[in-house]
């Protein structure tokens, strides 16, 4: 565990099935324990996207506790929408899966990928326009009570529609499997069987 880089955690849903509950009232459980998890485990978090089955997080843990964190917000997400629906069974399908970003260039790829998620699934149109994710609070579009970090890649000085537009930026097919493979290793790398590199697409 590298308590000095950010990690992308991603996790789905039991047979990938979309939630029992309202997304409006998921999002409200995940906020209340990703607040709580801010102040009581030391959790920096950088970005957060619910989707109808599954969540993207990219967060740090200077205090190195990631592995606790992952048990406790897991489980106790899990329990809280089970009471909500009378589910008795987990919630979560499989194991959380985190990948380390060591470099500012694959925290880009991340980044980018994470808040596209909603757009690339046919939920909206454009990155600010999703409900279920922290851009919208960054934006002031609407009140989020997850504690964010800063966001110097949102907040680049007055680069802030320059940002968006690059976020907004569709990626080619390669690159957006590339990045999805590299997220689904310990440390985000690309094999060298996929022979791909990537480069900055930001301005």
Same mark, same amino acid.
């Given at each position: 565990?590298?308590?000095?880089?950010?990690?992308?955690?991603?996790?789905?849903?039991?047979?990938?099935?979309? #939630?029992?509950?309202?997304?409006?009232?998921? /999002?409200?459980?995940?906020?209340?324990?990703?607040?709580?998890?801010?102040?009581?485990?030391?959790?920096?978090?950088?970005?957060?996207?619910?989707?109808?089955?599954?969540?993207?997080?990219?967060?740090?843990?200077?205090? =190195?506790? &990631?592995?606790?964190?992952?048990?406790?917000?897991?489980?106790?997400? $899990?329990?809280?929408? =089970?009471?909500?629906?009378?589910?008795?069974?987990?919630? /979560?399908? =499989?194991?959380?899966?985190?990948?380390?970003?060591?470099?500012?260039?694959?925290?880009?790829?991340?980044?980018?990928?994470?808040?596209?998620?909603?757009?690339?699934?046919?939920?909206?149109?454009?990155?600010?326009?999703?409900?279920?994710?922290?851009?919208?609070? &960054?934006?002031?579009?609407?009140?989020?009570?997850?504690?964010?970090?800063?966001?110097?890649?949102? #907040?680049? =000085?007055?680069?802030?529609?320059?940002?968006?537009? /690059?976020?907004?930026?569709?990626?080619?097919?390669?690159?957006?499997?590339?990045?999805?493979?590299?997220?689904?290793?310990?440390?985000?790398? &690309?094999?060298?069987?996929?022979?791909?590199?990537?480069? $900055?697409?930001?301005?």
């Amino acid at each position: 565990m590298y308590s000095e880089h950010p990690y992308h955690l991603s996790a789905r849903t039991n047979g990938r099935d979309w #939630f029992e509950l309202d997304l409006d009232q998921v /999002w409200e459980i995940m906020s209340c324990y990703l607040h709580f998890a801010h102040y009581a485990y030391g959790v920096r978090i950088h970005s957060f996207v619910l989707m109808t089955n599954h969540f993207h997080l990219l967060a740090s843990f200077p205090n =190195g506790n &990631l592995s606790e964190f992952a048990t406790y917000f897991m489980r106790e997400t $899990s329990r809280a929408i =089970g009471r909500e629906v009378g589910r008795i069974n987990h919630v /979560w399908g =499989g194991r959380v899966f985190r990948s380390c970003i060591a470099s500012g260039l694959h925290y880009e790829h991340a980044y980018k990928y994470v808040y596209r998620n909603p757009v690339e699934a046919g939920a909206c149109e454009a990155v600010e326009e999703y409900r279920y994710s922290t851009l919208a609070g &960054l934006l002031g579009r609407q009140h989020v009570m997850i504690p964010l970090d800063e966001d110097p890649l949102l #907040f680049d =000085g007055d680069r802030t529609n320059e940002t968006l537009r /690059w976020l907004n930026t569709p990626v080619d097919h390669v690159r957006k499997e590339a990045v999805r493979c590299a997220l689904r290793r310990s440390i985000f790398q &690309l094999s060298k069987r996929e022979g791909y590199s990537l480069e $900055s697409e930001r301005l």
